[in-house]
């Protein structure tokens, strides 16, 4: 069985930063693909990044890219989403997942996901 549990949502004012955390319950992390979602109101879950087991692989969603670095810690069963220069429409519950496989930015490749963290951005 594996668990995810996010942390690190909250209310940010548009050009802030914050940091996401994914806990993951598993014997083995570093087997799993890892990938970070975002759903905002009336609309549908989609991709925002995904990382490797070894980290060296890294993707994002063009909406996201040059203001979001997903990272892992492997030893701390742990995946990381930072958020730079946020704007309004970043706002959503954000989720992370996990997968057996090299990549995956659908939601129907994932496997097991967390129950989500809200993160609202005001203007």
């Known amino acids: 069985q594996v668990q995810l549990v996010e942390s690190g949502g909250g209310l940010v004012q548009a050009g802030g930063s914050l940091r996401l955390s994914c806990a993951v319950s598993?014997?083995?992390?570093?087997?799993?693909?890892m990938g970070w979602f975002r759903q905002a109101p009336g609309k549908e879950r989609e991709f925002i990044a995904g990382?490797?087991?070894?980290?060296?692989?890294?993707v994002y969603a063009d909406s996201v890219k040059g203001r979001c670095t997903i990272s892992r810690d492997n030893a701390k069963n742990t995946v990381y989403l930072q958020m730079n220069s946020v704007k309004p429409e970043d706002t959503g519950v954000y989720y992370c997942?996990?997968?057996?496989?090299?990549?995956?930015?659908?939601?129907?490749?994932?496997?097991?996901w967390g129950q989500g963290t809200q993160v609202t951005v005001s203007s």
């Open positions: 598993v014997r083995t992390f570093s087997n799993y693909y």
């Open positions: 997942a996990a997968r057996s496989g090299r990549s995956g930015d659908y939601t129907t490749q994932y496997d097991y």
């Open positions: 990382i490797r087991w070894s980290g060296m692989y890294t």
